[in-house]
């Protein structure tokens, strides 16, 4: 079923759009979830993380626009990772911006960061669809190289000459942009 008859028929109250959307998403949506809470908790506890992930969807159909569902999808999927582990009283996992400290930089500093993230998300988006999914799965989802291969359909060396085409791309826009330098 189209994405956009899935959207559709969950706008119209239509159970079956629920369920073909959990048919072509919950191995996604459970990476995702899985790979945030680390098999730090029960499985009930992340299975239930994901049917809230759906139930958001089903409640939030309006909201769901086709070509977009798998990227609200996950946005949703890791929120709510990161929720529960919070209302467990565990940590999260360690995410490059977290030691960030407000006032013990300079605000220049801050600003040049913020710009280098900036540049950092233009030049993901510019990768081609398929290689943009491969990179964020990758470095934003936390997944293998062979789990990417095994979702995707592809061979993993596929995957990681994708990935170095991601990182060369990234390195060449920020070189460009003056945030980084030749090592």
């Known amino acids: 079923m189209r994405e956009t008859v899935i959207v559709d028929k969950m706008r119209a109250g239509e159970p079956s759009g629920l369920e073909a959307l959990m048919d072509r998403y919950i191995p996604y949506v459970s990476t995702?979830?899985?790979?945030i809470l680390r098999g730090v908790m029960p499985r009930e506890d992340g299975e239930e993380v994901v049917s809230d992930?759906?139930?958001?969807?089903?409640?939030?159909?309006?909201?769901?626009?086709?070509?977009?569902?798998?990227?609200?999808?996950?946005?949703?999927?890791?929120n709510k990772a990161k929720n529960k582990l919070r209302q467990q009283g565990m940590t999260l996992?360690?995410?490059?911006?977290?030691?960030d400290i407000p006032g013990l930089?300079?605000?220049?500093?801050d600003v040049e960061r913020a710009e280098e993230r900036a540049m950092v998300r233009q030049a993901v988006g510019e990768l081609p669809p398929q290689d943009r999914e491969i990179f964020l799965r990758h470095y934003y989802y936390a997944q293998t190289v062979k789990e990417v291969a095994l979702q995707m359909g592809m061979k993993e060396s596929t995957v990681k000459t994708r990935l170095k085409r991601g990182r060369v791309k990234l390195k060449e826009t920020l070189m460009r942009e003056g945030f980084a330098h030749e090592a």
Do not use: C, M, T, Y
């Not at 969807?57 to 909201?63: E, L, M, N, S, T």
């Not at 996992?93 to 030691?99: C, T």
């Open 32 to 35: 995702i979830v899985w790979n």
């Open 93 to 99: 996992p360690l995410e490059e911006d977290a030691l």
């Open 105 to 109: 930089e300079d605000p220049a500093s």
């Open 53 to 78: 992930v759906f139930l958001a969807a089903w409640k939030q159909a309006g909201d769901l626009e086709p070509g977009s569902v798998k990227a609200w999808l996950g946005a949703v999927a890791r």
